[in-house]
């Protein structure tokens, strides 16, 4: 653990602008303090703490009109541009479910909040910036030269706070419980339960009841139900996609905030370990040397069963995941079928 001792709110600002085109999260990385904290320091020199007030800010937003949407983790970050429209509040679980803005938000999760505003030559660049209790970036709203400035400073002034000091009170972040003890059993149990899904969403549950992280469940299901492919296959599959031009389903989340695309991709970029989605509303940033496992995973739904790619970092929490696009009531896509199933499997499959 860094046992650095924490600079000042001064000096973190010295040192931000001594390095102006250095990302926020790289800085606050260097500095040895959360991306909060940096961001907090400029609290009055561009910067104003907002309450994270999510029901609020969803409803604000929409009248703000089209803006991009950020959500990231470590290894992937996925930006939208559309409107936060088709809004639906909710303490423990809030949405949007707009055609280009799909979020599926947890509240109580969200511990900080900012509106920034950025100098860049003649423009000022400004965004909405919420952070976790550890100070980690859980989701972003940055303003476009479409978005309605009037609506935007009024959704700010509403949500302004009271307290405006240059430093935040860090606190710690639940994880997720400990796994249960794995034993023959568990594995019956697991199989049973999976054979009897009838809607993907039933299977969070089913991990809950049986205390297994998503990663356990899956390397122990069998290969019926999930099968191990080469770390390459997430990029074999964008390509792929591209090619045949078929929609597909691509989320990216963190404790706060899942954010999904629906449609097709289309300019596909390799760079360095990144591969990129560069296309008009949708960009996504994958770092490809951070998925340690990737997996075909196959879910009964009473529309017969569904095909997810799932990619895992070293620290066996989920990266990405992709569906073919559907609705319920629909069966999966053929041609996602079809690519899900091609992909390229791990030479040594372990025996289930």
Partial sequence: ????????????????????????????????????????????????????????????????????????????????IGVYDKVVTGEHTAMALGENIDLRIFPKVWAHGFAVEKRDGDEIRRSLQFFDAAGDAVHKVHLRPASNLYAYQKLVDQLVSSNQEPTVALGTVSEDDAPGELTPQTVEDLRDRWSKLTDVHQFFGMLRTLKLSRQQAVQMIGQDYAWKLDPSAVTTMFHGAAESGQPIMCFVGNRGCIQIHSGPVKSITPMGPWINVLDETFHLHLRTDHIAEAWAVRK?????????????????????????????????????????????????????
């Fill in 300 to 352: 009964p739904t009473k529309d017969g069963h569904v095909t997810s790619l799932e990619a895992y970092g070293a620290d066996g929490k989920m990266i990405i995941q992709f569906f073919g696009k559907r609705h319920e009531g629909e069966v999966e896509r053929a041609d996602w079928r079809s690519l899900a199933e091609s992909l390229p499997r791990l030479a040594e499959q372990s025996a289930a």
């Fill in 1 to 80: 653990m860094d046992q650095r001792v924490k600079p000042a709110p001064h000096e973190i600002r010295r040192t931000r602008a001594e390095n102006p085109k250095m990302r926020e999260r790289d800085l606050a990385a260097q500095l040895g303090i959360s991306e909060a904290e940096l961001v907090a320091a400029h609290c009055g020199e561009g910067v104003t703490r907002v309450e994270p007030r999510v029901n609020d800010l969803l409803t604000g937003l929409e009248p703000v009109g089209e803006v991009m949407a950020l959500t990231r983790n470590e290894s992937a970050v996925h930006e939208k």
